[in-house]
């Protein structure tokens, strides 16, 4: 049976404009303790400012990793994987690279970068964990496959990671709130604004943005973590920050919808599609980016590769 999305982005507005005006001094005082969340690892920053398709792509990651012993051991780890399954064992970083490829190292950084400031202590902080690693490969594969939109996959993997970035920063600051959140069984990107509202008296998306911009990320990312329950209004554009937005959307409620339940590898594959129709490509301009059976017949890798780097971060 498939979730029910509700496309009710009025409803979404207003609660994004009353979580503005009803405390604004709640949001101030989160901001002040996102001033006292750590940097992300500057070796790690510089990495993920590294250009994986120039040509000494390898030879400067390799030259940073040397700064950082501990990540490159967990890289190292990750390649000799179960999913990799390499032949010959990796043992260095340049096998790693070779072995996984630029961009799914580049993935990987992002993820090991944000588990150093995030760790979680509850099943609820796990789920959210499991949810933002989700969305993110989906991110990721949406944009290879919507390529008249002309969206860097790495780009969409790292916000779809980040796009629950305020909730990241509840359970570390403010964890019983975000319990409590939970504890109110939202289902849907919509439902959760209400129980943000609720609870915080402002949205985890306005809270991810200054979590952003405190870590200095490009004003794009930013934007687009900001609006990720927002609808897309103008004309999706190439390279453009709706495109970006889209990608992340979709993935976002491909995670809720049907990346994470238990039964994942017995649901049929017209089931599949049809989900992914019903509760992901619910506006024109999502359902524009892709058929719903392409994506479908993607899941099973988003899957799989999702949970082979949750078991290597310690999330499974």
């Known amino acids: 049976m498939c979730i029910q999305l509700a496309c009710n982005f009025t409803k979404v507005d207003v609660a994004i404009q009353n979580a503005k005006a009803v405390d604004k001094t709640a949001l101030r005082q989160m901001q002040d303790k996102i001033g006292e969340l750590p940097l ?38 990750l390649a000799n994987s179960a999913s990799s399954s390499p032949a010959v064992p990796v043992v260095s970083i340049r096998d790693a690279l070779t ?6 190292i580049r993935s990987l950084v992002a993820s090991l970068a944000v588990q150093r400031v995030f760790l979680p202590t509850k099943p609820n902080e796990v789920s959210l964990w499991q949810h933002s690693v989700y969305a993110a490969f989906a991110a990721a ?4 496959m919507a390529r008249d939109i002309k969206v860097d996959p790495a780009e ?4 779809g990671l980040l796009h629950d970035i305020g909730r990241f920063v509840m359970f570390e600051h403010a964890a019983p709130y975000l319990l409590k959140v939970d504890e109110s069984h939202w289902e849907t990107p919509e439902q959760l604004i209400d129980a943000d509202v609720e609870v915080y008296k402002f949205t985890h998306s306005e809270l991810g943005f200054l979590a952003c911009e405190h870590w200095q990320l490009p004003d794009s990312i930013c934007e687009v973590i900001r609006r990720h329950h927002a609808p897309v209004e103008d004309e999706i554009a190439p390279e453009s920050i709706e495109a970006l937005l889209c990608c992340v959307q979709v993935a976002d409620r491909l995670s809720l919808s049907l990346l994470q339940r238990e039964d994942f590898a017995a649901i049929p594959d017209d089931v599949r599609t049809q989900c992914v129709l019903e509760d992901c490509l619910i506006t024109e301009q999502l359902a524009a980016l892709l058929p719903a059976d392409m994506l479908a017949a993607r ?7 999702s949970a082979n780097l949750l078991s290597g971060l310690g999330f499974a």
């Open 40 to 77: 992300l690892p500057q070796v790690l920053v510089r990495i993920l400012q590294l250009d994986p398709n120039s040509d000494n792509y390898f030879e400067e990651f390799g030259k940073l990793t040397k700064e950082d012993p501990a990540f490159a051991v967990k890289v190292i780890a």
């Open 99 to 104: 072995r996984m490829g630029a961009h799914a």
């Open 141 to 144: 594969q949406v944009a290879e």
């Open 156 to 159: 969409a993997y790292l916000v």
């Open 299 to 305: 899941l099973d890798q988003i899957h799989a590769d």
